[in-house]
């Protein structure tokens, strides 16, 4: 792992992109970012990030599609993965259901995009050990 890590953000709701990306950056972490899953795929395979932060429903390539890419090719087959949604259940029954969806997947994790910025740095501190 990189010091300070990097993280590929992908997401395509530019508002959430840059609260996050200067969130992160201002967290001490390395911050590249795309804005799909097609262009999220590429720059994994380009950057080899130590985390992916994949939104769920985004255009061109969801990050379902975008996982099962990057699961199915041995050059980024090995690459931590989180999906994220804004559509998820805070319910702790229904997210823990999406959750085990999203490891089933190949996901290292799963956030709601809802939940309070320093709560997301601190999983995915938590994630990247």
Known sequence: MRNPPLLLIVEDDKDFLEVL????S????TVSAAH???????????????????????PKLDGVGALTK???D?????????????YGDPQPEVYQ???????????VGYLLKAQDLSEIVEKIKVFLS
């Open 70 to 72: 990057l699961r199915a």
């Open 74 to 86: 041995p050059t980024t087959a090995h690459l931590k993965v989180v999906l994220m949604t804004a």
């Open 97 to 107: 259901n999406d959750q085990k969806f999203a490891t089933d997947l190949g996901a």
């Open 26 to 29: 201002a967290s001490g972490f």
């Open 36 to 58: 799909d899953g097609e262009e999220g795929v590429a720059r994994a395979k380009e950057l080899l990030p130590d985390l992916i932060l994949m939104d769920v429903k985004m």
């Open 21 to 24: 990306t200067t969130k992160l």
